[in-house]
């Protein structure tokens, strides 16, 4: 295996054919998108769905539905049954599953990411997926095309959205139902839904069917890479919700190394842009500073770089965050994921430590200095160390040892 082969690159690669796998196993040659259920659906029905939506589900619809979350009840039942429930600890009271479901008017452990595009945040998401009984809202504003969401018009949409989701009220979801009817990657990362939009594609886009779904599930998790946190924030201020929340942060020069790579990247200025990234990271900084005054137990901050050089604690500490107890299954996928299958000890586990860094040698300094010069706040504000010359940018440690001041 080459030597730059990053262990973040073989998660993706390992995501994606999981994925892929999926979708050949069950619609092979046929694009999803143009599949018709298998079971012919009653005439009455078929009507009713296209005048009302969701509104009048016939029977043979609701029976399905009762059947697949009586099921899954069952199922999270069984695999929370030997579950570490809080019952005091991370201040969460919490001392059964009940507690901790909506549809039993329990609170479930809400854990959200707040991230940008290629900064880290499909690992550390699955890092928190890795939990058993854990719902996973997958980055669901990404209806929202490529465009980071700062302020008006956008922002009240997406927080109305955000807060839906984590409520599991899908009645105003409509819209974001439809974009994942025509793009099902919006699903693919909950393997909860996904495998019951696999076996009923016909109820997969009910709104009563997901709503009942989420609320059966004690942990839920959000990812989202396109809202700034000056609006995330919301969020910590809803205490009903009482969500916790981490910042993940990386050096601008490794994110705009890897979105060069991302076809869609480079016409979105948002994506594209030092100048506008930077930005971001300053704001988000600002808004850190003050968040972590405000809400010092459900706000903080990681540097994804630090998180890669020391996994293991990190997510000891991130889990210990959240409120989550550190599973053997989470403990698994860390190990699965960080460890060499052959070659001994921790080869991947030393590409690791790399992949953060691969812009050291992938950039020119020139295109360094470039993003340098519109990044030279937001990296002081980071801890990131400018690089001086190419020999320099190839040899230095582009960290500082960081802790956020307040
Ligand atoms: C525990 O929660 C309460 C209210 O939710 C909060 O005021 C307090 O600061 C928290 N304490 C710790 C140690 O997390
Ligand atoms: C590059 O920068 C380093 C560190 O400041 C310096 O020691 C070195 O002489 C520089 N090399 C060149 C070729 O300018």
């Known amino acids: 295996m080459s030597k730059r082969a990053s262990f973040y690159g073989l998660i993706s690669v390992g995501i994606f054919f999981a994925v892929y796998l999926i979708f050949n196993e069950n619609y092979g040659r046929h694009s999803m998108r143009k599949t018709e259920p298998t079971v012919p659906v009653p005439q009455q029905l078929e ?19 009762d059947q697949i979350i009586s099921k899954q009840r069952r199922l999270i039942s069984e695999e929370t049954k030997d579950y570490s429930f809080p019952n005091g600890r991370y201040n969460i009271s919490a001392s059964k599953l009940e507690d901790l479901v909506i549809e039993k008017n329990g609170r479930p452990i809400r854990s959200v990411i707040v991230a940008t595009w290629r900064s880290g945040s499909t690992f550390l998401g699955e890092i928190l997926n890795a939990h058993p009984a854990n719902y996973y809202h997958c ?149 850190a500073v003050k968040l972590l005054k405000k809400y010092p137990t459900r706000f903080k901050v990681i540097r994804y770089e630090d998180l890669s050089l020391d996994p293991y604690k990190h997510v000891a500490e991130l889990y210990k965050f959240y409120g989550l107890f550190f599973h053997p299954k989470a403990r698994n996928f860390l190990e699965s994921h960080t460890k060499a299958n052959k070659g001994g000890v921790s080869s991947t586990f030393r590409n690791s430590k790399a992949a953060p860094f691969h812009w050291k040698t992938q950039l020119e300094f020139k295109e360094v200095k470039e993003i340098q010069k519109s990044c030279a706040t937001a990296m002081e504000y980071w801890g990131y160390v400018p690089a001086v010359n190419a020999t320099h940018q190839k040899e230095f440690n582009p960290l500082t040892n960081y802790v956020l001041k307040l």
Request: charged share 30%.
């Open 47 to 65: 009507q009713k769905n296209s005048k009302a939506d969701t509104k009048d589900i016939v029977d043979p619809v609701s029976e399905l539905i």
């Open 139 to 287: 980055e669901p504003l990404i209806a929202f095309d490529i465009a980071r969401i700062r302020g008006p018009p956008l922002a009240k949409k997406a927080l109305k959205w955000v807060k839906d989701l984590l409520n599991c009220e899908y009645q105003d979801l409509g819209e974001y139902l439809s974009y994942a009817k025509k793009d099902l990657w919006a699903f693919a990362f909950n393997p909860y839904l996904w495998k019951q939009c696999e076996a009923h594609q016909d109820i997969c886009f009910y709104r009563e069917f997901h709503s009942s779904l989420c609320k059966l599930f004690p942990f839920q998790s959000m990812k989202l890479v396109r809202l700034r946190l000056q609006i995330a924030q919301e969020l910590l201020a809803d205490e009903k919700l009482a969500v916790r929340m981490v910042l993940l942060v990386r050096d601008p020069r490794g994110i705009l190394q890897s979105r060069k790579h991302r076809e869609w990247c480079p016409p979105n200025p948002d994506c594209s842009e030092p100048a506008l990234t930077c930005a971001d990271m300053v704001s988000d900084f600002k808004v």
